[in-house]
């Protein structure tokens, strides 16, 4: 984006806004703190990538969003400003009917998320029937073009099959035929690519960054794979041990990150390491979400760790439309 | 699919023969054969001829041609007691018994099932508690002591419903059952619950445990994110998956209450193939016991066969795995 | 509070170990999970309790049912409550032949009980044993007794032992017989499925390593891991043995009626039971009923207890 449609874009009213989410798990062996003060926007037609490794939790960032969180957790304080409403404090039925229309979800392993016993136009008719009514050939008909505009060729064989008897790529792509279908606001992906092969996973990132722009519908990516979310999302925000740790451009955030944690992430992917030294990696392991230290999440396994780290840093922003939750990020070499 | 089929029947009848063929060796090894063909009561001399006219003094393997062949033409030896072939005798009561095994499936899925589901569904609330413990206290009930139980109150105390027999019966579309009569519905309410009592335990488990693993799939998160109401969640993603799993456990439970009606039979005097039995064992009826050990496991092939033939049609995963994908 | 080791790694919080309580053996924890449910707990006490009561039977009964001598056939079919000619009360009345229904019962419940436990001990022996070789050796061996299991857990138990009986005839061994019979595949094939299960683990490997014998390797490594889960199993097949004895006897073909197990029991005041004399056929009842259900309950708990997957 250029700086001038970028300025616009963030003028405008974000599509998503979160505001110091917090999830937690009440479990037997104590309170997993998953998301601990979470906060984000997304703008229209924007494509935001949440980045972080497994455990971190962005799904449950992305469930909360939706209000699929199931005890033993619950959405515990803070507020989802979504089309005028907070997702929060919104009754279930309501919520209900902003799903699959207004935000949409798509999740990791297509052979799990379609139900296996059904046919795939049974599942792709029930989620227009459920928000809109016409009649049943009418939404067949939608089901049908919206597969072909994922590229999928001969979409009435298709529809017709049950969903063992397409491929993986495939499966994705009729999730995300179902996602977009009623044209949602904003869709949610968790980790689509995950599961697939390395040369389908460039595809359908191609087609989802195209039906985003062709439908300005705005899109939260997450993933574990800085690498895909790279060449996918406008901005990038990187969650660490159930905070955001640092948010900006995607160009910016990759090439001159500012938390110590984003530059590890980096430095570890085995491209970015010179032939024959030894990978770089983080020290340590992620910590348990249950007896957190106080003080800085990363504290443990930063390099730059000192004395002040020992209180939770708040949010700053220290260059235009970057913010990092660090004492120290690494300013230098960044550009302002 | 028919190659499929066809596949099924070329195994189920290499079953049945060697099923044959131990029940054959099986019953010589234990006893002495000629008693299970021969009335004991009879005169010596008449026992001589009978050994000779029934080839019992050949050798062992001619017997068992003979009975095969004998088998195969439907004869299976006659009754003492009634004077008619066992098969006969056996096939006559056959029908009340199915009609008693099949009635007492039905309430039992009828009433499992939505428990069964509500337990899965809200595992923590009181009611689905109850239920669970209930279930225990159902496993473990004695069929037989709730039968006389049951007769009790409802024949005895109340009067509402009688104590033994079975109803009037009408026919409709060639099917003979006292199912079509108020009568019949009267007489067959009792035992058939008694029968159900066995069963129901089974399926709300076996539903309960179904819905659980079910909510746990990404698919019903899937149809939740899409904005599908719960009732379509419930009734046609939930429940399609989990009809698999307890259609095919409660089809070959079937056999199991045909083989249990033995006792309800015996409680309420229904005229069926198990109240047959007991008297053939209490009064020696031997070649009955053998016609009703080979046609229960004739059934019991038969049984599993039709539910293998119910899981492919359930399951579009079994079911396509032959055609290319 | 979290330590930093010295190579800057983060370690999981401990909890403080200055309070180490008592070693906790397995046996422990086993009985400290089973004990958290109120359930289970009064499971385990009834059933306790029901053994009390049949092991102490010809202590606390005030007439021994099967001397014939101490039972009046006038005192026949007398309602509960009533005060018999022998001057002592007939708590829940007397059944057809005059015998005192509660010592009836105890004497009942401790045949019920004993044919139920030694038929299920037999079975859990022949049945582990058949399991544990399938396993150990495999093969065509493992696959022919395989299929035997199969074939028998193919048809209904009560079928079988209906069989059975009908071609051996009546009496006390040749019941156990039947009940052994139906109930040693079970224990097979579950001993086989562990017992496979455990071999694949590293620790055999390391035995046979060792060169122990087979022997051994079975008894002394296997049999310990299988043991749980033969526990859990051997409970409920005690009760289903209780169950169908009950069932044999009641149908006429079980127990001989010199010696009367609850089921004979039931049925013999099944006739008196039109008339509206319930209490004959229903104390009985309650008791199988009550005996059932406590090895039922403490047999659940202790699978929940066991399985590793439904721990936290």
Redesign the interface.
């Known amino acids: 984006m250029t700086a001038a449609v970028e300025a616009e874009v963030v003028n405008r009213a974000p599509t998503l806004e979160v505001v110091d989410l917090k999830t937690h798990f009440f479990?037997?062996?104590g309170v997993v703190r998953a998301v601990d003060g979470v906060s984000l926007r997304v703008a229209p037609g924007e494509v935001l990538g949440l980045v972080g490794e497994s455990g971190c939790g962005k799904s449950v960032t992305g469930?909360s969003i939706?209000g699929?969180i199931d005890p033993p957790g619950r959405i515990v304080s803070g507020r989802i400003a979504f089309a005028g409403l907070d997702l929060v404090r919104l009754p279930e039925d309501e919520l209900?009917?902003?799903?699959?229309?207004r935000i949409?979800?798509i999740?990791q392993?297509p052979m799990?998320?379609?139900?296996?016993?059904?046919r795939v136009d049974t599942q792709m008719v029930?989620?227009i029937l459920?928000?809109r009514r016409m009649p049943h050939g009418e939404a067949w008909a939608l089901a049908r073009d919206a597969l072909a505009q994922v590229g999928i060729p001969s979409p009435e064989r298709r529809l017709k099959s049950?969903p063992?008897?397409l491929s993986g790529g495939m499966r994705q792509r009729v999730?995300i035929a179902?996602a977009f279908i009623n044209k949602p606001d904003l869709v949610i992906a968790d980790e689509p690519t995950t599961a697939l092969d390395v040369t389908i996973q460039a595809q359908i990132l191609h087609e989802a960054q195209e039906l985003c722009r062709r439908t300005g519908t705005a899109m939260i990516w997450i993933s574990h794979d800085l690498a895909v979310v790279s060449s996918l999302a406008d901005r990038i925000a990187v969650m660490y041990a159930g905070v955001i740790v640092e948010e900006g451009r995607a160009s910016d955030v990759i090439g001159a990150p500012l938390h110590p944690y984003t530059r590890g992430l980096l430095g570890s992917v085995p491209s970015a390491n010179a032939r024959g030294t030894r990978l770089a990696q983080i020290?340590?392991?992620t910590?348990?979400l249950i007896?957190l230290?106080p003080g800085c999440r990363f504290r443990?396994?930063c390099p730059r760790a000192d004395a002040e780290c020992t209180s939770e840093p708040a949010i700053s922003e220290p260059l235009a439309h970057r913010q990092v939750r660090c004492w120290r990020p690494h300013l230098e070499g960044a550009m302002p | 699919m028919t190659a499929y089929i066809l596949r099924r029947l070329m195994q189920t009848a290499v079953l049945v023969a060697v099923m044959s063929v131990i029940v054959f060796f099986g019953i010589h090894i234990v006893g002495d054969p000629i008693w299970l063909l021969v009335n004991p009561q009879m005169d010596q001399k008449d026992i001589e001829a009978a050994v000779r006219a029934l080839g019992l003094d050949r050798p062992i393997w001619e017997q068992y041609f003979h009975f095969v062949s004998g088998a195969l033409r439907g004869d299976l030896g006659r009754s003492f007691i009634f004077g008619e072939p066992a098969l006969t005798v056996i096939l006559q009561r056959m029908p009340a018994t199915l009609e008693l095994a099949f009635t007492a499936l039905v309430m039992a899925i009828a009433a499992g099932i939505p428990l069964g589901l509500y337990a899965g569904l809200k595992p923590d609330s009181w009611v689905s508690k109850t239920i669970m413990a209930g279930s225990i206290v159902g496993f473990s009930l004695p069929t037989f002591w709730v039968g006389l139980m049951l007769i009790m109150v409802f024949a005895v105390m109340l009067g509402w419903l009688p104590s033994t027999g079975r109803g009037a019966t009408a026919t409709y579309l060639g099917i003979t059952s006292s199912l079509f009569t108020l009568d019949g519905l009267r007489h067959i309410l009792l035992p058939a619950f008694n029968l159900a009592l066995l069963k129901f335990s089974l399926v709300i488990r076996l539903t309960r445990a179904g819905a659980r693993e079910a909510l746990q799939?990404?698919?019903i998160?899937?149809?939740?994110?899409?904005?599908?109401?719960p009732r379509?969640i419930v009734g046609?993603?939930l429940l399609?998956?989990i009809l698999?799993p307890v259609a095919t456990v409660v089809g070959l439970e079937f056999g199991n209450l045909v083989a249990f009606s033995v006792v309800t039979e015996t409680i309420f005097a229904w005229p069926g193939m198990g109240k047959l039995l007991i008297n053939a064992i209490q009064s020696l009826d031997r070649p009955v016991i053998v016609a009703h050990l080979i046609i229960i496991v004739l059934l019991f092939v038969l049984i599993n066969f039709l539910v293998d033939v119910l899981y492919t049609v359930?399951?579009?995963?079994v079911r396509?795995g032959a055609k290319a994908? | 509070?979290?330590v930093?080791g010295t190579?800057?790694?983060?370690e999981?919080?401990r909890p403080p170990t200055g309070t180490a309580a008592a070693p906790e053996t397995p046996l422990r924890r086993l009985m400290a999970d089973y004990f958290e449910s109120r359930f289970a707990t009064a499971a385990f006490v009834l059933l306790v309790t029901i053994i009390a009561l049949a092991l102490l039977a010809p202590l606390i009964v005030p007439q021994n049912p099967y001397n014939l001598a101490e039972v009046d056939v006038l005192d026949s079919r007398l309602p509960p409550g009533t005060k018999g000619m022998a001057g002592y009360t007939y708590w829940l009345g007397t059944d057809g032949a005059g015998r005192d229904l509660v010592s009836a019962m105890l004497y009942g419940l401790r045949i019920s009980l004993a044919v139920g436990v030694v038929s299920c001990l037999i079975a859990t022996v022949i049945g582990a044993a058949v399991g544990l070789i399938a396993a150990y050796v495999g093969g065509r061996t493992e696959s022919l007794l395989m299929r035997l299991v199969d074939l028998q857990l193919s048809f209904p138990a009560i079928l079988i032992a209906l069989i059975l009986i009908a071609i051996l005839g009546k009496g006390v061994d040749k019941i156990i017989i039947a009940l052994v019979t139906v109930q040693w595949a079970y224990y097979a094939r579950t001993v086989r499925g562990t017992a496979l299960a455990e071999m694949s683990k590293d620790y055999v490997e390391a035995a046979r390593c060792l060169g122990l014998s087979h022997a051994r390797i079975l008894f002394r490594q296997i049999l310990p891991n299988v043991l749980p889960l033969l526990i859990v199993v051997a409970t409920v097949q005690a009760a289903h043995a209780i169950a169908l004895e009950a069932t044999l006897s009641f149908l006429g073909v079980g127990l001989p009626r010199t010696e009367p197990s609850l089921g004979l029991l039931i049925s013999n005041g099944f006739e008196y039971m039109l008339s509206g004399k319930y209490w004959i056929s229903f104390f009985p009842g309650v008791v199988l009923l009550a005996t059932i259900m406590a090895i039922n309950l403490v047999g659940d708990q202790l699978r929940d207890v066991l399985n590793p997957r439904l721990k936290?």
């Not at chain 1, 209900?96 to 229309?101: I, K, N, V, Y």
């Open positions: 479990t037997k062996a469930c939706l699929l209900r009917s902003l799903r699959g229309r949409a979800m999740f392993d799990m998320t379609l139900n296996p016993v059904l029930e989620a459920a928000h049950y063992h008897e999730a179902t020290p340590g392991m910590p348990s007896n230290a443990a396994r | 799939q990404d698919y998160k899937f149809a939740r994110a899409k904005g599908l109401s379509r046609v993603h399609k998956n698999i359930l399951d579009p995963r396509i994908a | 509070m979290s930093v190579h800057g790694e983060a999981i919080e936290r």
